[in-house]
């Protein structure tokens, strides 16, 4: 398997911020083994803790947020995602 070492390593988003994973996890194409589609951050289970504490405690905020809010968060997050698909 052909792996670029070099490629970035995307982390994880835990509490406004990006960490690094307790291992990291190639995501391989299995159409074709040796191409290595990205490399991942993978949590142990205090990371996932960590996040699910995080969200818990974001969410009163954000089930008391105007559905306008919601909307722009959400479209801002839709459209991010096409961008990266595009490139």
Not at 36 to 44: L, P, T, Y
Not at 56 to 74: C, G, M
Not at 77 to 87: I, Q, S
């Amino acid at each position: 398997m052909t792996t670029a070492l070099s490629a970035e390593i995307h982390k994880n988003y835990v509490a406004g911020a990006w960490v690094e994973g307790a291992k990291i996890a190639d995501d391989i194409n299995p159409s074709d083994t040796n191409d290595v589609v990205g490399r991942f951050a993978h949590g142990d289970a205090v990371q996932a803790d960590a996040a699910v504490k995080a969200a818990k405690e974001a969410f009163p905020a954000w089930s008391h947020s105007t559905i306008q809010l919601r909307h722009d968060v959400l479209k801002c997050v839709g459209d991010e995602l096409l961008a990266r698909k595009a490139a």
